[in-house]
């Protein structure tokens, strides 16, 4: 049992080793004073913002699960959806989607194949909405360049960033209509890796063919991708405005730019919650930002560190009762269980 858990202590070991690094080089001090300089309307702002989110983000499962045939009312969405997103912050590999799927299951009856292929195309759609997201921001930071070169450049990273989008639904009409092709490229993988590839392809199939035949669902799904990367980026900027003088409204490409960087690491975590790596990443970008002008240039790492001590806040009170709702320690024991009962229970 210890072996089996060896990894995962190292990956919390690693995570704590890192915020606490982070912590302490922005400085605890100076963090809790630029953390009320937000001010009270200023936090009010971010709360407003962020329920917002999680109604889009809502939304878009919604969408989701009604090209598979499953109409849910929003309603009964949003207290699994807070609880997964609450769960995902101290969990690895986004181990809380998996409270959507057994909470779907058990209050709603709904399959647990059907379930699992919206999660996966919501991922996969996440990309897409922040690629676009991503190209347009830097679309107008391309503005922001006094030199031709640097607008060249930036230029260039849109063209390059439109052949990847180009690229990727090629190689999802291919997978369309070579699957087979996919499957015997599963086989070289081990086969304790191999089991979970061929599901999450087989997932991503059906979803994907289920979205095909409703072009207006797609669509809509990929719009809401967009915005709540659009969002996450707005209430990054309400935090740098905040706090560093010098930036301003003409930083907002930069800061959605920046956003979207370090969601990627959510998308993608290696870390519990992406902790530390979120941060880094923002801070990265914003340090590009010609309106930053702080000498110690990963200091406005502490712009995306408030973002996620509130984010996190919003989400221990709203998803600590979500979880509560429904059913607490009964539903984590239920997701602990879940591949167990995932393999008895027909699809």
Partial sequence: MLEKKKSSIFLYL?????????????????LIDKFFQIGLWGIILLVIFYIIDLIVRTYRW???LIAQGTHLPLSSLILPVCSALAINLFTIARAGETVRIVSLKRNNDVKYSDSISSIVIEQVLSIIGLLIVVTGSLFF???????EESSKTVGQLILLLLLISGGGLLLIGIILMKPSFV?????????FLKDKLTSAFEAFIRGLTDLRTQPS???????TSAAI?????????IIALSIFPSFTLTDLPWVIAASCVGNITFIIPILPGAMGEYEAAIALVLNYSPNYVDPDPLKVASVPFIDR?????ILGIVGGYATL?????????????????NKTEEL
Avoid: C
């Fill in 309 to 313: 001590v509130v984010k996190s806040l």
């Fill in 325 to 341: 709702q429904l059913g607490g320690a009964e539903l984590l024991k239920y997701r602990r269980d879940y591949t167990k009962l």
């Fill in 14 to 30: 690693a995570t704590f080793i890192v915020l606490l690094l982070l912590i302490l080089f922005i400085n605890p001090e100076n």
């Fill in 62 to 64: 919604k969408l989701l």
């Fill in 141 to 147: 930071i391309s503005f922001s360049f006094q030199t």
């Fill in 229 to 237: 990367w659009t969002i996450e980026g707005i209430m990054l900027h």
């Fill in 183 to 191: 499957y015997k490229l599963l086989n070289f993988f081990p086969e």
């Fill in 217 to 223: 669902l797609l669509f809509q799904a990929i719009l």
